[in-house]
Every structure is written in C-alpha cells, then in structure tokens.
T-cell receptor, first 112, second 111 residues
C-alpha cells in the first residue's frame, strides 16, 4: 500500500531531551515536507525537501532539524525540545510538481 | 504568495450538493489551486487540483473562473462522512515550500 509512515504516533518527552520523529514513504516521491498543527494556528510548514540532500526552511523552522540522506526517509529532529513544540506533526510527500501531498497519520508530541 | 479566504464554517444536510468558495485575489500566473480534506487527528487528504476552468474527479469538482481570483469546490450529494475541514491552497507547485494552510472551512453535514 502506498503510504507515508511516521513513528512514533504518540510521544511524551521532557524538555531538552533530543528526539527524532521518523518519516518514510514508499512511493518514490521526490518532495517531502514536515508540518505542525496547532489549535487556532492551522498547519504550518517546518521544513521541506525537494530531493536527496536538498532541504530548506518552511515557515517555522526554529528548533528543528531535518535530513534527507535517502529518497524515502525524511526524519525530523528536535535537538532540545521545549514545551512550545508540543504539537501534532505531519510528514507529507508528493511525486513532484503539480501533484498533491500524501500525508502521514501524524505524531502527537508532548514536551513537559 | 497568494492569500486565500474561505468561509470559516458551513452546514449542510445529507444528500445535498455543497459548494465551498475560496477567494485568492492575488493569485500569480503560475499558481495552481489545490483542495485538501482533513478529519480530526488525521493528516490532510488531497482532493483535487486545477489551474483554470473545470476539473472533475470521482470525489469532487473544482470550478475556476477565467480571472482565477476565486475557485469553488463542489461536493455532490454529501454524506455524514464528509464532515471535515476543507482547505484551499494556492501556490507554485514546482517548489515544496510555501504551501500555507489557512484556517479552512469546517463543513458539518447533518442527517
């Protein structure tokens, strides 16, 4: 089944403890992106990638890192999580220009 | 980047056709119009995309007038399961960035 897989689905962590949210797609898509969704603020793009080793900042990149060493994987790294990064995170991928994104099921992160 | 304006919420009844209009007055020449559907705690799902005139797929139709300053998503004969938030996005599809999701339209389908 064609899909975007995120792990974990739920995560509770403490302030300052580094964590990685994994994202993998099995559709050979070139474009991948991370969004966070917060009540009243909607979906905001964190980082995106147009291909292997090509990444760039979205609207809210502060406090996050990404890497794209392989086409299928696009992990989101929080080096020192803070409570304001408590959110619902979505990874998405698409084949290229003029195609819609396929989103993962989401990761609900709580930082205490 | 074109800003979009949609109604915050809409109510409909089962079996009716629902039309959600999105305004994008400063749409650029290269911009495409894309609509997504989102259920609570799930990722958005791509519905339809178009550049001009009319596009139809098995789920919806998208109507875009000649000036492209607005677009209308049409959902035929909605059911309770169509209750969701619908987002209109306008942007250049050649790049991964700048797909800004606005607040969307919360559609409630009533029995």
């Amino acid at each position: 089944e064609a899909q975007v897989t995120q792990n974990p689905r739920y995560l509770i962590t403490v302030t300052g403890k580094k964590l990685t949210v994994t994202c993998s797609q099995n559709m050979n898509h070139e474009y991948m992106s991370w969004y966070r969704q917060d009540p009243g603020l909607g979906l905001r793009q964190i980082y995106y990638s147009m291909n292997v080793e090509v990444t760039d900042k979205g609207d809210v990149p502060e406090g996050y890192k990404v890497s794209r060493k392989e086409k299928r994987n696009f992990p989101l790294i929080l080096e020192s999580p803070s409570p304001n990064q408590t959110s619902l995170y979505f990874c998405a991928s698409r084949p290229g220009a003029n195609y819609g994104y396929t989103f993962g099921s989401g990761t609900r992160l709580t930082v205490v | 980047l074109a800003k979009t304006t949609q109604p915050i919420s809409m109510d409909s009844y089962e079996g009716q056709e629902v039309n959600i209009t999105c305004s994008h007055n400063n749409i650029a020449t290269n911009d495409y119009i894309t609509w997504y559907q989102q259920f609570p705690s799930q990722g958005p799902r791509f519905i339809i995309q178009g550049y001009k005139t009319k596009v139809t797929n098995e789920v919806a139709s998208l109507f875009i007038p000649a000036d492209r300053k607005s677009s209308t998503l049409s959902l035929p004969r909605v059911s309770l399961s169509d209750t969701a938030v619908y987002y209109c996005l306008v942007g250049v599809e050649n790049y991964g960035q700048n797909f800004v999701f606005g607040p969307g339209t919360r559609l409630s389908v009533l029995p």
